[in-house]
């Protein structure tokens, strides 16, 4: 037998029932309490559950589906609670009560999933389910609409037949009705209201004969409704439909769903105005609600990313064009911290005092301070003169957030970073505005805390140029775009050749050969440097054995080494491989690495450069003299070469006007790699005195434009030949 839902289930089932199997039933149970008592629906408890269950499966479902498909499978929900004859805006208030305290982070069935996206896709699902719901209930009440117009137009068309039975029938129609009626004549006279529309607005049926249609427009209706109503009296149209306010008879506003439609006698001529209320009071507020939910941060009740984006635009848009704006982009410094340390609790906490901080600063001045997401805030300064202004509000803010906080009988500090941009309208878009702010807060961050930094159209293209090229690092080591030049390295006893050194080159599609300094600092930070060091390994590899064949004796191929591949656990392999692959002898085979990537070698590093020197690969430590120089560490590596850096070499230049203590300097780090075994090769040979130099030093080999410059495997044949 259906009965309404009224009240909770019975304590004592509860009290002995088992633990729900699982948490979807449980929250369905939690959802069916709170919407009970709330509609008439037409099931026993456990059914009122079951569908309940199988609509919160298709809203989890939902989660998984694109942003399109979820708002749609959200409303499909909203329109079964309706269906399902959940028809008071209560039903929907409780609803979503339950399903907003269960999403992500609520503790209900919904996923857990960390961080806010997670949350933004259940409120949006949430939301699209109150936002079915609303047009199904509209949509109800339309049909309810449509159904009185049909019974009158029926009661009308059978007035000769059936007057009678017609006139009960529209009297049923017209007294049993949930949604208020009004019938008046064509001056405006009021005839006739239901029971409903008494209750709506709170007048007796009296007053309301003795009052006409235009008493009870609302002062807030806009020119729009008197047109319409207008031009239905006039019978220039037959109905009309839009959302108005009434005045109840307490003096408060109540929004409706107002068709008024035009009633037509047997020769179509207009004889009756009819009026069909409908409360949407509740559903307004929601819906307010939820836009502004949708518009503005939870947390803080600012303006979010969306909102501050769409203010942007239309800042833009409405700018004259000599306008000029500014951006001040604020980031908390080590807002992580407090996190995890004081909870995220006090972190929230945190972020509404600044916001409130912010708010106090731009307030007085006309501006908004949005957020835009984590520990991120923005002001926007529309017609700016120049970064001047932008610069005082920017210091002004960072004096504002330093200020302790104090938050549950704590003391917190914290400082903030803020990057400041401001362009003329006409140079740049929006996208292009935000972006510059964000990458002038990097550069405020890099400088410390509590720092602003301007942005500076020259330092963003430098910045702009290396994004550009550690994006197109990747293909080129995948592709061809890695060359590898060679630069000799002489014995200076008798200016044969000693060795080669690999040096590698890019062939930038636009920006045409670029040196190693453009863009391998590039590959040690974004790892890149691993794949490219191996793609140089093996081309040096093979190109040596080309030049020099195989023979333990010959000229060697030197490669440089960074950090990062030294701390590599697969070097020695990747070694290993292209020895092999190429054929060359591992005595052929040096590898360079500079004092910091081996000075407090971790257990990994050494055991890596005993590895290589057991293969019987040279080692050598590139450009002494710019770390620690310390040699009684290096005593301790198995090292083979040492090569001098060419800072040592500036006093050298000429016999003339050599410097004596440089000339010593050198003499003795000669001498002390020599009594530690190792040979010396002097970097930065420019000139003949530089070598006659060296020569009486008996520094072993050099390697400089002199001897020599870095140039293409093609172009090296005269490189065999002595100097």
């Given at each position: 037998m259906s009965t309404a839902v009224a009240g909770s289930r019975d304590d004592g089932d509860r009290a002995g029932a088992a633990v729900p199997p699982d948490p979807v039933g449980a929250l369905a149970a939690r959802w069916a309490d709170a919407v009970a008592g709330t509609s008439y629906v037409p099931l026993q408890p456990d059914e009122l559950q079951e569908l309940l269950r199988g609509l919160l499966r298709r809203l989890l479902a939902a989660l998984d589906e694109p942003p399109v498909r979820q708002g749609s499978l959200g409303r499909q929900v909203g329109a079964a609670l309706v269906d399902a004859h959940f028809t008071n805006p209560q039903s929907l208030s409780q609803t979503l009560c339950v399903l907003l305290d269960c999403g992500p982070g609520g503790g209900g069935a919904a996923p857990s999933r960390e961080g806010a996206p997670a949350d933004r896709r259940w409120q949006a699902l949430v939301a699209a389910v109150a936002e079915g719901f609303s047009a199904a209930l509209q949509e109800r009440a339309l049909r309810e609409q449509e159904e009185i117009l049909a019974a009158a137009t029926a009661a009308r068309e059978q007035a000769r037949e059936a007057l009678h039975v017609s006139q009960e029938r529209f009297r049923a129609v017209f007294e049993g009705a949930t949604i208020g009626i009004g019938i008046g004549d064509l001056e405006g006279r009021i005839l006739d209201v239901n029971p409903a529309l008494v209750r709506l607005l709170g007048h007796p049926v009296e007053e309301f004969r003795r009052r006409s249609v235009q008493e009870f427009m609302h002062p807030a209706d806009v020119e729009q409704v008197w047109r319409l109503y207008g031009e239905l009296i006039r019978g220039e149209r037959?109905?009309?439909?839009?959302?108005?306010?009434?005045?109840?008879?307490?003096?408060?506003?109540?929004?409706?769903?107002?068709?008024?439609?035009?009633?037509?006698?047997?020769?179509?001529?207009?004889?009756?105005?009819?009026?069909?209320?409908?409360?949407?009071?509740?559903?307004?507020?929601?819906?307010?609600?939820?836009?502004?939910?949708?518009?503005?941060?939870?947390?803080?009740?600012?303006?979010?990313?969306?909102?501050?984006?769409?203010?942007?635009?239309?800042?833009?848009?409405?700018?004259?064009?000599?306008?000029?704006?500014?951006?001040?982009?604020?980031?908390?410094?080590g807002f992580k911290a407090v996190n995890d340390t004081l909870g995220h609790e006090v972190g929230d906490q945190l972020l509404v005092a600044v916001a409130q901080r912010l708010q106090s600063v731009v307030r007085d001045r006309g501006l908004s301070v949005a957020r835009l997401g984590g520990d991120e805030f923005v002001v926007l300064v529309p017609g700016t003169s120049d970064s001047a202004q932008l610069v005082a509000l920017a210091e002004e803010v960072l004096a504002a957030v330093a200020q302790p906080v104090q938050l549950g009988g704590r003391r917190v500090e914290i400082t903030a970073s803020v990057g400041v941009v401001e362009r003329s309208i006409a140079d740049i878009d929006p996208a292009e505005l935000l972006r510059?702010?964000?990458?002038?807060?990097?550069?405020?961050?890099?400088?410390?805390?509590?720092?602003?930094?301007?942005?500076?159209?020259?330092?963003?293209?430098?910045?702009?140029?290396?994004?550009?090229?550690s994006s197109a690092l990747p293909a080129a080591v995948a592709g061809e775009g890695l060359l590898v030049h060679y630069q000799p390295l002489r014995r200076l006893a008798d200016g044969r050749l000693h060795g080669v050194e690999a040096l590698v080159r890019w062939e930038h599609p636009r920006m045409g050969l670029l040196g190693p300094e453009s863009f391998v600092g590039l590959a040690e930070e974004s790892g890149m440097i691993v794949p490219l060091g191996r793609h140089v390994l093996r081309a040096a590899c093979r190109q040596a054995f080309s030049w020099f064949g195989a023979s333990r004796s010959g000229p060697f191929v030197s490669v440089n080494l960074a950090s990062r591949q030294l701390r590599d656990e697969h070097l020695v392999d990747d070694v290993r491989a292209a020895l092999s692959d190429s054929g060359l002898h591992p005595q052929q085979l040096q590898l360079e690495i500079t004092e910091s990537a081996v000075i407090g070698t971790d257990p990994l590093t050494g055991h890596t450069l005993d590895a290589l020197a057991g293969m019987g690969?040279?080692?050598?430590?590139?450009?002494?003299?710019?770390?620690?120089?310390?040699?009684?560490?290096?005593?301790?590596?198995?090292?083979?070469?040492?090569?001098?850096?060419?800072?040592?070499?500036?006093?050298?230049?000429?016999?003339?006007?050599?410097?004596?203590?440089?000339?010593?300097?050198?003499?003795?780090?000669?001498?002390?790699?020599?009594?530690?075994?190792?040979?010396?090769?002097?970097?930065?040979?420019?000139?003949?005195?530089?070598?006659?130099?060296?020569?009486?030093?008996?520094?072993?080999?050099?390697?400089g434009t002199y001897l020599g410059s870095p140039a293409d495997p093609a172009d090296l044949g005269q490189l065999l030949d002595p100097v």
């Open positions: 037959d109905h009309f439909r839009l959302e108005k306010q009434f005045l109840k008879s307490d003096g408060e506003s109540v929004w409706t769903d107002l068709t008024v439609s035009l009633l037509r006698d047997g020769d179509g001529r207009p004889r009756y105005q009819l009026a069909l209320i409908h409360d949407v009071t509740a559903l307004r507020h929601l819906r307010r609600q939820l836009e502004f939910e949708a518009q503005h941060d939870a947390l803080t009740g600012l303006p979010n990313r969306r909102t501050f984006l769409a203010h942007l635009e239309a800042v833009f848009a409405r700018a004259a064009p000599d306008a000029r704006a500014g951006l001040c982009y604020l980031d908390l410094d510059a702010a964000d990458m002038t807060l990097y550069w405020a961050k890099a400088d410390g805390r509590s720092q602003w930094a301007l942005f500076e159209p020259e330092r963003d293209a430098r910045e702009m140029t290396r994004y550009r090229l690969v040279r080692l050598a430590i590139d450009d002494f003299g710019t770390g620690y120089s310390n040699l009684a560490y290096l005593r301790r590596l198995p090292l083979d070469e040492l090569k001098l850096d060419g800072s040592f070499l500036r006093g050298l230049r000429s016999d003339d006007a050599a410097d004596p203590v440089d000339v010593q300097l050198v003499g003795s780090i000669v001498s002390l790699a020599h009594l530690l075994g190792l040979t010396v090769t002097a970097e930065g040979v420019e000139t003949p005195a530089q070598v006659t130099i060296l020569r009486e030093l008996e520094c072993d080999a050099g390697q």
